[in-house]
């Protein structure tokens, strides 16, 4: 899983946090954009398991994120929907077996694949 998303959120929320707090008022925003940063970039260090786990915070941090600092919010909620759908942000599509076999038959019947390559290659694919 890439966790960079997930990081960069952090970075960013953490560097908007600490620009807030050169103000006083600004610091009411500031403090909780740092601790949350903070957060996110822990959760990104850790390994994948650990990070399922830690689903809520990332959703809630997400959400407080897009009001105070809109950029890292859609990051981290970007990420977050990532853990459920892995290949929703994907461009390669998914084939499955029989796609494959179809695709593998049609160039047996067009004479392109003799009898053991035919063979060789659905063995392959049926073995996955």
């Known amino acids: ?4 998303i997930l990081n960069v959120s952090g970075i960013l929320a953490f560097v908007f946090g600490i620009i ?7 610091a009411i925003v500031g403090v909780p954009m740092i ?3 903070n957060k996110l970039r822990e959760i990104s260090r850790l ?3 650990k990070i399922k786990e830690q689903k809520e915070t990332i959703l809630i ?11 890292s919010g859609i990051l981290a909620l970007i ?8 290949n929703a942000f994907s461009s390669k599509p998914k084939t ?17 694949l ?8 659905k063995a392959r694919i049926l073995s996955k």
């Not at 941090?61 to 950029?71: E, K, P, S």
């Not at 990420?79 to 759908?85: E, V």
Request: charged share 35%; proline share 2%.
């Open 79 to 86: 990420f977050y929907f990532q853990l459920d759908y892995p």
């Open 20 to 26: 807030c707090c050169c103000t006083i008022i600004g």
């Open 114 to 121: 003799s009898k053991e390559e035919f063979e060789t290659e």
């Open 47 to 49: 390994e994948d398991e």
């Open 1 to 4: 899983m890439d966790k960079t």
């Open 35 to 37: 601790i949350g940063g």
């Open 96 to 112: 499955d077996k029989y796609d494959e076999l179809d695709k593998l038959n049609k160039l047996y019947k067009d004479k392109v």
């Open 61 to 71: 941090w997400g959400v407080v994120f897009i009001f105070l600092c809109t950029i």
